[in-house]
């Protein structure tokens, strides 16, 4: 019997060639990643030796690309993203604006036609989903006020890259195609604009209530294999009937899934079951970035590569940068943000793709977007790196000039003597805040949100936009006269002990009550005896056992 084995074939070349490669970067102190794009090139047909199944490969990154999101839906909810709207929707449309306008600029002065310079432009435009994650989830970074704005902005970007798709074709014969069809265009932009409604509505009214019951059912079962079939198999399916269905990415339809399957208890122990499947095929993205890239495009045409590079990791940088501050966000976010967005990736080869089929785009201006993405995927994390001693020198500066980082001065002197100091006035920290005011207790709040703060000051009470683990931070709010310390949110442990060490430096008397993120955080930090330590599962457990306590004393 002969057996078709091209599938296995490309996946053991890719993961095995991928793992030397990787480990040899990292042995040069390089990104792995960069060893994964170039196990992909070797891989490639513009390379000698065995050539793996390209079309494969691609199917096997679209997994990945969808565990991946999926994932970050289940750490981030629509709170998260609405929280940061302000900034991330008009951000990520003026970004998309300049970028393109950028690459049209570039195109049309190397003598390309206006269509084939509008979509390179649009090509350049938008970042890759699976690099900007990598980055975020690297750095501890991705449930920070500065990873929800990048992910926001994403989204944004990834909703108007689906509408672009659908228009492209339609106005192809307007900008020159070979290959364009006539189409009637408000039928196509309203039908368009229906289906993502649809889709949104779908899943914010019926998945928001659907998933987390399924999951729940399943958990019910006792078998870790059901829970995560459960958990893939929703990823899986929600993202290919969204792409089928509503005409969304698979990326963009796994969020959601992910987002809504965030109000269950068990969206943590799905997302920890889930992480050894994301990570592997993650890697086959970037390996399957590479296999699609010809590198004579560095002899050929090296200097377009330098132009496209600087669009994609100057350009699209410095408007985010001077995006996010025009928003009043402090230069810490804003180089963040920016550096999280210099780079392309999957949505920009669709685009160039379909401006190939339709005659607009030719092979070699396709060659040049894959150069970019392949260039500022491996230098991102270079990016990241070089902007740390920046933010670093000019954090506390940016800090000191934020008019918001700094209590008013009309605050009463005596509600900032013998205060609580609340960090984060998120779903916990506002049910905290809102109980201390109907009690009469006077608060400072901590929250990295620009827009809570201003609301919170607007119904006069006393907030500080930063980020607690920074003394300026804490002296701001007064923490030397505070009585007590309650972290609501839930930062990284590291930046957990540092701010807690600086407020104990300040004020030595200080009580500190925190919440832990998981069963393991909160044994660890009890050991330390830094507080009075809270964790969400323990205080549910407690909160039955009252209840049933209660209920059965009534009967006795």
Known sequence: MTHGVDLLTTIAAALGLALVMGLAASRLRL??????????????????????????????????????????????????LLSVRRVAAPGALAQMAIATALGVGLATAWGWSFGSALVLGLSLSCASTVVLLRALEERGELETIDGRIAVGWLVVEDLATVLLLVLLPVFAEMLGATNGAEVDLWPVIGMTLAKVVAFLVLMLVIGRRLFPRLLFWVAGSQSRELFTLCVVATAIGVAYASAKLFDVSFALGAFFAGMMMRESEFSHRAADQTLPLRDAFSVL?????????????????????????????????????????????????????????????????????????????????????LAGALVSIALNSLLFE??????????????????????????????????????GYGRVGGRIGEALLEWGVPFVVIEQNRELVEALRARDIPAVCGDASEPASLVQAHIAQASELIVAATPDSCDLRKMIDAARRANPLLRVALRARDEAEAELLEGEKIGRVFMPERELALGILNYLHERFDKKA
């Open 386 to 423: 070089a902007i740390e001693p920046l933010r670093a020198r000019l954090g506390a500066r940016a800090l000191r000039a934020d008019p918001l980082a700094e209590l008013p001065a009309s605050i009463d002197d005596a509600r900032l003597e013998g205060q609580i100091v609340l960090v």
């Open 31 to 80: 990104s792995p990643l960069v060893g994964y794009l170039i196990a992909g090139m070797m891989l490639g047909p513009a390379t000698p030796g065995f050539v793996a199944d390209v079309a494969l490969a691609d199917q096997l990154a679209e997994i990945g690309i969808i565990l991946l999101m999926f994932g970050v839906g289940l750490h981030l909810s629509l709170d998260d």
């Open 285 to 369: 993205f970037f390996v399957s970035v590479g296999m699609a890239f010809d590198p004579r495009a560095f002899i050929d045409e090296p200097f377009r590569v330098l132009g496209v590079l600087g669009i994609v990791m100057i350009g699209k940088t410095i408007a985010a940068i001077g995006l996010t501050l025009l928003f009043r966000y402090p230069l810490n976010t804003a180089l963040t943000v920016g550096a999280s967005l210099a780079q392309i990736g999957e949505f920009s080869f669709i685009l160039a793709g379909l401006g190939v089929s339709l005659g607009l785009l030719s092979p070699e201006g396709r060659n040049l977007v």
